[in-house]
């Protein structure tokens, strides 16, 4: 009797073939099946009336913005500037708005242009509050008597005189501009 269920038996290798092409078969077939399933969903009313925020690009034309002897007083002047550059642009100001900034400081010819930086850092503040353009923007600062503005030489002045360099962002299509300059 022990003989009828294998037990004493000589093992052959093709006995336990079968079964492994056996169970790859229902492996796979678990597999198959489960990544069959199909799931549909369509979006709600209230996910296709959200719109997602605009997605803007950083413009590499820059230009200059003298900055007013007293900006704390004079911060329309600086929204003056930047919205003619927006409307020589062909641009509306729900499509840009400033997205750096870089204030140079004027430094006098006994100075470094570590003096005329340290004098930009401190009208970042007056500059923020001056204008409602410049209160979320990166800005940064420099010392310089004379920079390089797309490709044009643009005067800083001496101690106490500063010129902004303005980026814009831009949301819309795909901006083709030379940025090499």
Excluded: H
């Excluded at 269920?5 to 597999?31: C, N, T």
């Excluded at 605009?54 to 003298?66: A, D, G, H, M, T």
């Excluded at 140079?104 to 001056?130: H, I, Q, T, W, Y």
């Excluded at 106490?160 to 303005?166: C, I, K, L």
């Amino acid at each position: 009797m022990a003989r009828r269920f294998g037990l004493g038996r000589r093992p052959q290798q093709e006995d336990g073939a079968g079964w492994i092409y056996a169970d790859l078969f229902l492996a796979l077939m678990v597999v198959g099946l489960g990544s069959a399933v199909i799931t549909a969903s369509s979006p709600s009313n209230s996910a296709s009336q959200t719109t997602a925020p605009p997605i803007f690009q950083l413009s590499c034309v820059e230009f200059p913005v003298k900055v007013p002897a007293n900006p704390a007083t004079n911060g329309a002047r600086i929204d003056v500037a930047i919205n003619q550059e927006l409307a020589k642009r062909g641009w509306s100001p729900a499509q840009a708005k400033p997205g750096l900034v870089i204030v140079m400081g004027g430094f006098n010819s006994n100075e470094s242009p570590g003096d005329g930086d340290g004098r930009a850092k401190s009208v970042l503040p007056a500059l923020r509050r001056s204008s409602p353009l410049l209160t979320s923007v990166e800005m940064r600062t420099a010392g310089a008597r004379s920079a390089r503005v797309d490709g044009v030489n643009v005067v800083v002045g001496g101690a106490g005189t500063f010129t902004m360099v303005v980026y814009l962002l831009f949301s819309g299509p795909q901006l083709s501009e030379d940025c090499t300059r």
